[in-house]
């Protein structure tokens, strides 16, 4: 059973998706507009069910999460949120799951909180020291808050045009209308130097001591698998790599079940 409730964290409130359960599994979504905890990680989080805990927050600048005052958001300001919920929840060791930004995020906060975060996985992960900007995220981090929009963002994250339906269209453009005020402080031009900002230097890579499963997908353009995925086997001492043939940016909507199963066996490793 989900519910949804605020905490606050650093005297700001996090809007969070969470369950009740076992060993804890921290859920951090990626950058796209209109994205949020909930909507990144619900039906995922339902499949899995028991016997986790489920930890998904709408990051700072996204849903209903504000961005701090005097804030622009970046790597520090989500990786020390992340942190601070989970000190405020009083959960002494947990996993995470991040998607795209949310990797970056999951793998800098693998590498200031050794004793609490158990394994990572990073999914179309950004935070690789070297990648650049690609043009498919540099539009979508620009996409205007309508159907146009939405349907451009959509045609870029799935590798199936099937999936870019009319509802789901409607859905995020709505979604994106609703965040767009927080939205619009959060990489404005030039947006080289976000992607930058959310790099994980090599010494933190290497200092990571929790296993990693990276999942990617073959096609993704927005977080290629040979500039995002591929160097991080030489920058982790402890990875695998699981990558998805006819797959985009998001596996976990692409591929739900085999995703599912990916999770299920790494989070259930001895």
Same mark, same amino acid.
């Given at each position: 059973?989900?519910?949804?409730?605020?905490?606050?964290?650093?005297?700001?409130?996090?809007?969070?998706?969470?369950?009740?359960?076992?060993?804890?599994?921290?859920?951090?979504?990626?950058?796209? *507009?209109?994205?949020?905890?909930?909507?990144?990680?619900?039906?995922?989080?339902?499949?899995?069910? *028991?016997?986790?805990?489920?930890?998904?927050?709408?990051?700072?600048?996204?849903?209903?999460? *504000?961005?701090?005052?005097?804030? /622009?958001?970046?790597?520090?300001?989500?990786?020390?949120?992340?942190?601070?919920?989970?000190?405020?929840?009083?959960?002494?060791?947990? &996993?995470? #799951?991040?998607?795209?930004?949310?990797?970056?995020?999951?793998?800098?906060?693998?590498?200031?909180?050794?004793?609490?975060?158990?394994?990572?996985?990073?999914?179309?992960?950004?935070?690789?020291?070297?990648?650049?900007?690609?043009?498919?995220?540099?539009? #979508?981090?620009?996409?205007?808050?309508? /159907?146009?929009?939405?349907?451009?963002?959509?045609?870029?994250?799935?590798?199936?045009?099937?999936?870019?339906?009319?509802?789901?269209?409607?859905?995020?453009?709505?979604?994106?209308?609703?965040?767009?005020?927080?939205?619009?402080?959060?990489? *404005?031009?030039?947006? &080289?130097?976000?992607?930058?900002?959310?790099?994980?230097?090599?010494?933190?890579?290497?200092? #990571?001591?929790?296993?990693?499963?990276?999942?990617?997908?073959?096609?993704? /353009?927005?977080?290629?698998?040979?500039?995002?995925?591929?160097?991080?086997?030489?920058?982790?001492?402890?990875?695998?790599?699981?990558?998805?043939?006819?797959?985009?940016?998001?596996? &976990?909507?692409?591929?739900?079940?085999?995703?599912?199963?990916?999770?299920?066996?790494?989070?259930? /490793?001895?």
């Amino acid at each position: 059973m989900t519910e949804l409730r605020t905490v606050t964290v650093g005297g700001s409130p996090v809007h969070v998706l969470h369950s009740h359960g076992g060993p804890t599994v921290l859920m951090l979504h990626g950058s796209g *507009p209109g994205t949020t905890g909930s909507g990144a990680w619900a039906a995922t989080a339902e499949a899995l069910g *028991p016997p986790w805990r489920w930890v998904a927050p709408d990051q700072a600048g996204f849903g209903g999460t *504000p961005v701090p005052p005097g804030s /622009r958001g970046g790597l520090k300001l989500w990786t020390g949120q992340a942190a601070g919920l989970m000190d405020a929840l009083g959960v002494e060791q947990y &996993a995470v #799951i991040g998607h795209s930004m949310g990797g970056a995020v999951a793998l800098a906060l693998a590498a200031a909180r050794p004793r609490q975060v158990t394994r990572v996985v990073a999914v179309s992960t950004m935070g690789t020291p070297g990648a650049p900007l690609s043009a498919d995220l540099d539009a #979508i981090w620009a996409a205007p808050a309508d /159907r146009h929009g939405a349907r451009d963002m959509l045609s870029r994250l799935f590798y199936s045009p099937s999936l870019v339906t009319d509802a789901a269209v409607d859905a995020r453009a709505a979604a994106m209308r609703e965040g767009a005020a927080a939205y619009a402080s959060l990489f *404005p031009p030039p947006r &080289a130097r976000w992607a930058d900002d959310l790099t994980v230097p090599a010494p933190e890579l290497a200092g #990571i001591r929790a296993p990693v499963l990276l999942v990617h997908g073959a096609e993704d /353009r927005v977080t290629p698998l040979a500039t995002a995925a591929l160097p991080l086997l030489h920058h982790l001492p402890d990875v695998r790599l699981h990558v998805l043939g006819r797959c985009g940016h998001v596996p &976990a909507v692409e591929h739900p079940h085999e995703f599912r199963q990916l999770l299920s066996g790494f989070l259930s /490793r001895d």
